[in-house]
């Protein structure tokens, strides 16, 4: 005789095998299960054919208001009887969970004060799902009401990398993804010219709130008698780094004098932990957002005070660019801050000129190389969106080949002394490319191997370099931070951190420094994409790269490059006229047309 029982929310027969049952399931399908495993309805005999009759579940209610009764007592009390069907109808009655609710195997009988909260509970979620769908319905229309601003903080969280899952996008039948849910607010004029860039991928957008230690008193070098400049971008406003060279028997002198932040940041201290979370500065068209609190760059950037701490790299190199020897010691530096524009005309910079000129012809020598594509600068200043295209002053040039040679002579040192540092290496490329023109460049660029920063020395073959380190950063970059500390633990006698610690440093900082340059890349491109649909435009381009009937263009202009069908036969190099046609804002494409 087959008893009725309930097996996984499904009614089946079962009987007895032994210490187990055997379960027929609707559909036929058998199975072996413990009593245990099993909600016992009836004992039979029962079939699957369960045809609930009509019965006063409200009466029965109303009666054990807060009892608990078994299935059975309550099959009676609603249906009048205790058969297979009632006694599946009672537990249906009880699984749909209103007035009744499975207690282990008893029922309960819910108290008033119980069922008006739970019905309460289901008329404000149908009053919600009703409001959704006509939000919804407005959404689809692009007509929004003051109501439906939650659904719209929804879709704009997604649309910020902060939810993985929209319902919303769901039902209108969009993909959940940041880009879908840009798009959509985009359609509906929510957003206009929001860059969601560096919220979606994580990134601080406010400086660091900490206290800022007072400068401790300790032995340095007066150099306040030596020229020094800080040359940089007009908009500049972190000066960490000041050059001077003049002419000596043996060649050249340089002092390179960087902001010394060690000083104020020593390892595992609450800025240092901070700085290292950030991985480095971040420069949006929008404005900076440090990685160190802006009483950090006041104290300490050069120039910014009239005597300014420096960590300072004297170096004595021949007139070929051969570094003869190097020293670094803590200073008082006097620095005037100049743009490159203004460098140039300043006499007393021709030995610098002369020192760079040197060293670059000599890393080029050693098989380094160097790219000259065009570079702009994108500045939201107020609502108006400035591109300005780098000038290529020749003292861009000279003050880069004095940190090529402060961070060659630092690595240079590190290594001698045993010290562990951040080494910043690269592979040689996969070709050389002969040429000047932008193609060859574009081509040669493709071949690059990514620069990378170890805790162990490796040559940097794009630099021309057996060993290099970036020490001139120290206010922007954390890796330069921690070169810092490790140069001033052996300047001062201290124990250095370890080379796990700096390995592991290393990895951390490179995480987030990939991170940091995505979203400025990102943040760069979409506001030059808002700034082609405000404004359009029509200018040069130059042909780099053929791919079939496709040819790429750089734009000089506008630091972008394009893909556009090619009309006919052109040969690399050559000039022609783009107009903006469209922008994808959430998928960052730009589409242009060749005139």
Request: hydrophobic share 40%; no cysteine; aromatic share 6%.
């Amino acid at each position: 005789m087959a008893a009725l029982v309930v097996y996984k929310g499904r009614p089946a027969l079962a009987e007895e095998k032994g210490d187990k049952l055997e379960l027929t399931l609707p559909g036929g399908e058998r199975a072996r299960v413990r009593p245990k495993d099993v909600l016992w309805l009836h004992p039979g005999p029962a079939s699957l054919e369960l045809n609930v009759p009509e019965g006063e579940e409200e009466a029965a209610w109303e009666l054990l208001q807060g009892q608990a009764v078994d299935l059975r007592e309550l099959a009676e009390l609603v249906f009048g009887a205790y058969t297979p069907e009632t006694a599946y109808g009672a537990y249906v009655l009880a699984q749909k969970g209103e007035r009744f609710y499975l207690e282990g195997e008893r029922v309960r009988a819910r108290t008033p004060g119980e069922l008006e909260a739970l019905l309460q509970a289901k008329r404000e979620r149908e009053e919600r799902e009703r409001r959704l769908a006509e939000g919804l319905e407005r959404l689809r229309q692009g007509v929004l009401a003051l109501e439906d601003r939650p659904l719209v903080q929804e879709v704009e969280a997604m649309a910020l990398g902060e939810r993985k899952e929209s319902r919303v996008l769901r039902a209108l039948g969009q993909p959940e993804t940041p880009e879908a849910a840009h798009a959509l607010l985009l359609r509906l004029g929510v957003w206009r010219r929001e860059n969601p860039h560096p919220r979606r991928l994580g990134l601080s957008l406010s400086p660091p709130d900490l206290p800022v230690p007072p400068l401790p008193q300790e032995k340095r070098v007066d150099l306040t008698h030596l020229p020094a400049y800080a040359i940089d971008d007009e908009e500049s406003q972190d000066p960490d780094d000041a050059v001077y060279a003049e002419r000596v028997a043996e060649g050249f002198r340089l002092w390179v004098h960087v902001a010394d932040v060690a000083a104020l940041v020593a390892p595992f201290s609450p800025l240092d932990l901070e700085a290292l979370r950030r991985g480095a500065n971040l420069y949006l068209p929008e404005g900076t957002v440090p990685m160190l609190p802006p009483g950090v760059t006041e104290a300490l950037g050069l120039g910014l005070q009239e005597v300014s701490p420096a960590l300072t790299f004297a170096l004595t190199v021949s007139r070929e660019g051969e570094v003869l020897d190097e020293e670094v010691f803590l200073s008082w530096v006097r620095v005037k801050r100049l743009s490159y524009q203004e460098a140039l005309g300043v006499a007393e910079l021709e030995p610098l000129k002369e020192l760079a000129l040197a060293f670059r012809r000599r890393r080029l020598a050693q098989g380094g190389f160097e790219l000259h594509l065009p570079e702009v600068k994108v500045r939201l200043e107020g609502d108006e969106i400035r591109i300005r295209p780098l000038e290529a002053y020749e003292s861009r040039i000279w003050v880069q080949e004095a940190m090529h040679l402060a961070g060659y002579a630092a690595a240079h040192l590190a290594y001698r002394e045993g010290l562990p540092f951040p080494y910043a290496t690269q592979e040689a490329p996969s070709k050389r490319v002969e040429g000047e023109g932008q193609s060859a460049m574009w081509e040669q660029r493709k071949a690059l191997k990514r620069a990378q920063l170890k805790a162990v020395p490796a040559p940097h073959k794009g630099l021309g370099l057996p060993l290099y380190a970036q020490v001139t950063s120290p206010l922007r970059r954390y890796l330069d931070l921690v070169a810092h500390q490790q140069l001033r633990a052996w300047l001062k006698g201290d124990k250095p951190l370890s080379q796990e610690e700096v390995l592991q440093r290393v990895g951390a900082a490179e995480a987030m420094a990939d991170l940091v340059r995505e979203g400025e890349r990102k943040s760069k491109l979409h506001w030059t994409l808002v700034y082609l649909r405000e404004k359009g435009y029509e200018g040069r381009g130059v042909l780099v790269e053929k791919r079939g009937g496709q040819g790429v263009f750089l734009l000089p202009e506008l630091g972008l490059s394009a893909q556009v069908a090619l009309p006919g036969p052109l040969p690399l190099d050559a000039e022609v006229t783009l107009r903006f046609l469209e922008a994808d804002l959430p998928r960052l494409e730009a589409r242009f047309a060749l005139l």
